[in-house]
């Protein structure tokens, strides 16, 4: 079965940190170029962060840039976003993606939430 799921979101504090997880099973990140997004309440669904397949290059919303960081553990078959320096903004459930030719994957989310 062929499934995503995300793990690590939780309650913290501005200014703390949280380290998102996103595992795969019944496939192979390796070969998917894997995308964070994030929805806040009222609001549209927005890409936060992504990593290639090929390279393993990396890209941030600029709203990100700076705090939060993507990268691969392939031996784990998984995908972390690592989340530090957090704000209130940040608020919102967090989603991670896999695409490439031969599907596109949506894990069911986490919540995160910072407080003020």
């Known amino acids: 079965q062929v499934q995503l799921v995300e793990s690590g979101g939780g309650l913290v504090q501005a200014g703390g940190s949280l380290r998102l997880s996103c595992a795969a099973s019944?496939?192979?990140?390796?070969?998917?170029?894997i995308g964070w997004f994030r929805q806040a309440p009222g609001k549209q669904r927005e890409g936060v962060s992504c990593?290639?397949?090929?390279?393993?290059?990396?890209n941030y919303a600029e709203s990100v840039k700076g705090r939060f960081t993507i990268s691969r553990d392939n031996t784990r078959n998984t995908v972390s976003l690592q989340m530090n320096t957090l704000k209130p903004d940040d608020t919102a459930v967090y989603y991670c993606?896999?695409?490439?030719?031969?599907?596109?994957?949506w894990g069911q989310g986490t919540q995160v939430t910072v407080s003020s």
């Open positions: 019944g496939f192979t990140l390796d070969y998917y170029a």
């Open positions: 990593i290639s397949s090929s390279d393993g290059s990396t």
């Open positions: 993606n896999a695409r490439n030719w031969a599907g596109n994957y």
